[in-house]
């Protein structure tokens, strides 16, 4: 057990963090949901799901810098040794999962996989290495894993950014960023991890009571991301707008429905690690079936779009269930440990 006293952040917050844990997983599943439909709907959906990335990066590193009063090696040791069961050996897991699965399906049903997929069997000693870092697209071969992979280099970085960002320099660069993000000067999507993992710890690192501020702003927030997302389908130029004022209005929404008695179920708050470590794989399985089911029908595939994340939701539950039922120490280790206790965070 650690000797180091950590500050814990407020119920309220908990529970917000920890209500927005599956429906941001899930969004996620919906974003990587590919069917042959009409590209309308897309987006509709795109227009709307953006902020749910920005909005992990941003937990992972408020939650990473809230315990920090003065820098502290001893407890980033601390840290980093935490995110490593978390992190890194899902991480892991899961990307040596995906190689063999995709090597299974070029074996067995190599005629349903795309093209742009290399065969595994063919791999050299590079191209698996590669597949746990950038080898498929600039991703690892569990291509969602992508969001775990810079994490854990920011984490590993964070030292760097609390002397930036604690200091006057910290408001300068923080000004740098989201003007960045809201007028697109640098349009690169490494730069939005960034920005929104330093919101994240300068958020953290200056103790701001976000809550208290979202509750002061009456709404404003809310109302905010509504206007500049109904003026993104007019122009894709408000489309910056609404991600980013999205990002704190999703706090805000929550926050009003724990207010009226409103819960996350524990099972989807418990299984959301472990969808989003899975899905990758499954979620090819999941639309390839509805998209030979619906085949043409565009009513059925939009249909068929919104079917595939819940099939998948429960698909996840249900294995989910069963591995920790009959494995509890294997699946524990493969959820980075968040199994038998609801930690918030990714």
Known sequence: MSSIPKKSISPELSSIISFLRFPLIFCVVVLHTHLPMDDNLKTIVYKILPPCIPILFLISSYLFFYSFEGWNWKLFKEKIRSRFHSLFVPYLF????????????????????????????????IDFLRAFWNGFDGNPIAYQLWFLRDLMVLFLLAPLFYFLLRGRLGWVLIALLISNEIFQFVIDFKLRSITWFSIGAFLAIRQFDVLKYLKDSRYVI???????????????????????????????IVRLLIKKGLQMPRPLTEVSFFEYAFHGCAILIITKAIGRLFDGNQLLLAFGYFLAPVLMTILCVVVYYSLKRLFPRFTNIIVGKRMKFARVGV
């Open 94 to 125: 899961w990307n040596a999962f995906a190689l063999l699965f995709y090597f299974l399906v070029h074996q067995f049903f190599s005629e349903q996989i795309s093209s742009s997929y290399q065969n595994v069997s063919q791999f050299t000693a």
């Open 222 to 252: 809310i109302v905010l991301y509504l206007v500049f997302l109904v003026a993104s389908f007019v122009s894709e130029v408000f489309l910056p707008y609404s991600s980013f004022f999205g990002v704190f209005a999703a706090f805000d």
